[in-house]
């Protein structure tokens, strides 16, 4: 098979199933990888604490790891669903996420927060050693194990978990009338795990609440601006192929031939 071809068959998957959106949501989930790992182990990065009086009153409530865990995963279930229904919405959001990431990264660096976490209370239960007997135990072995692959607490705030939460949060959430919408059985799961995984933060102490509260923030007011961004980008460079891949909807299209047959 010639080269050509197969560029073409790349091309052709690639639009019907959206690919190039799934590469972009794996880009920024790398993105807030590197930041996190980069910064918990830089050695000249102060630590600081925020620790609150309401985080006293917060109980840890391990069946929320549930939803901490999710993390790991539905930013790549909702973001690349909602490509297939409003890729400008969907544009908006990317854009969101790097700009708060890379502005988590700025912080960090200046002033990062660790969290004082409630280890003991987790301590004697573990995977495969008989300390698991009901669903309870279950989950305080799920929080044992994040503290565990995750042993400095750092980067606190913003919440990295609670920024992408937001974002989850921000694909089901209906922000405009010219929206096109996922199923409203996507929509409706997405902002349950997206303020699940924001609450899940300080329910499992992995955060301050103070951090949770910031990084949902974050990234819900900057998303307004994207989508201003993303309206500039369009209408300056309307007529450039990777732009209209990138935004043009099928009803987009479908009413651009329209047009041209009409004239």
Request: proline residues 4%.
């Amino acid at each position: 098979m010639k080269n050509p071809e197969k560029r073409e068959k790349l091309k052709a998957f690639c639009l019907k199933y959206h690919f190039n959106f799934f590469i972009l949501v794996l880009a920024l989930f790398i993105l807030n990888g590197l930041v996190y790992e980069i910064t918990a182990i830089v050695p000249f990065i102060e630590n600081h604490h925020l620790y609150m009086a309401v985080d006293d009153a917060i109980p840890l409530i391990p069946e929320f790891c549930f939803f901490y865990t999710t993390f790991y995963a539905t930013p790549f279930v909702f973001l690349y669903a909602l490509s297939f229904y409003d890729k400008k919405k969907f544009d908006a959001i990317f854009i969101d996420g790097c700009i708060t990431v890379i502005l988590c990264l700025i912080v960090y660096l200046i002033w990062n927060v660790q969290m004082i976490r409630p280890e003991d209370e987790v301590a004697a239960y573990w995977f495969f050693d008989g300390s698991i007997h009901n669903v309870h135990e279950f989950f305080l072995a799920l929080v044992h194990f994040q503290y565990v692959v995750d042993p400095f607490a750092r980067n606190g705030i913003p919440s990295l978990h609670a920024l992408f939460a937001g974002l989850v949060f921000l694909s089901g959430c209906p922000l405009g009338r010219k929206e096109k919408h996922m199923p409203i059985a996507l929509r409706i799961t997405a902002m349950i795990f997206g303020v699940g995984i924001a609450c899940s933060t300080f329910f499992v102490k992995q955060h301050y609440f103070i951090d949770a509260v910031i990084g949902f923030g974050l990234a819900i007011v900057a998303y307004f601006p994207c989508k201003l961004i993303v309206k500039k980008i369009i209408e300056k460079y309307k007529d450039n192929e990777i732009i209209k891949l990138l935004t043009l909807d099928k009803d987009d299209e479908d009413q651009g031939k329209q047009t041209e047959q009409s004239n």
